[in-house]
């Protein structure tokens, strides 16, 4: 039996890699339903290498097919426009599940519902995935052709075929 009936978890998904599978599995194990709220174009355009994040219908498209590959059914993806997103519109949420690095964010949106009157949602955390470079596992470094979505270093080699 799952812990929570609905539980929310956000993101930009962009070039899906072990550290969002983590994040995405761990709001199936323990949520019943899952909310996913993908952030839009609009809302990705200051973050690093932005000009090579893929376009929401493509973010879309690669949850969805996770989603079919894993077996995932009970979900419910939402386009959101800013950190808060709908997390204040479903009163019945919850549960929040978040990374290390984004722990902040899930204390937003428990502000953001307590302003209204809402519950706050119980904070899941995940730590974070490593690369084999050491550090996190992330999508500013997948863009940035330093590694792939499975944290192995790409050397120059690798990335100038890339560019080609």
């Known amino acids: 039996m ?10 930009t998904f962009d070039r899906l890699h072990l550290g969002h599978k983590a994040l995405l599995r761990k709001a199936f194990e323990v949520g019943e339903i899952v909310y996913v709220g993908l952030t839009s174009d609009e809302m990705v ?11 929401y ?18 979900y419910r993806i939402i386009k959101i426009h800013n950190a ?3 997390t204040t519109k479903i009163k019945s949420l919850e549960a929040i599940v978040v990374s290390e690095e984004t722990y902040k964010g899930a204390l937003l ?11 706050p949602l119980e904070i899941v955390v995940i730590p974070l995935v490593k690369s084999k470079l050491g550090g996190k596992i992330s999508s500013s470094l ?5 590694i792939d979505p499975f944290g192995n270093p ?11």
């Open 2 to 11: 799952k812990k929570f009936k609905k539980v929310v978890v956000g993101g």
């Open 45 to 55: 355009k200051e973050k690093p290498y932005a000009e090579k994040i893929l376009p």
């Open 57 to 74: 219908e493509r973010r879309l498209k690669d949850l969805l097919m996770f989603f079919e590959v894993n077996g995932f059914k009970n």
């Open 84 to 86: 808060i997103g709908f």
């Open 109 to 119: 949106v428990n502000r953001a519902r307590e302003e209204l009157g809402l519950k």
């Open 142 to 146: 997948i863009r940035a052709g330093l």
């Open 154 to 164: 790409i050397g120059k080699k690798q990335r100038k075929e890339k560019r080609l």
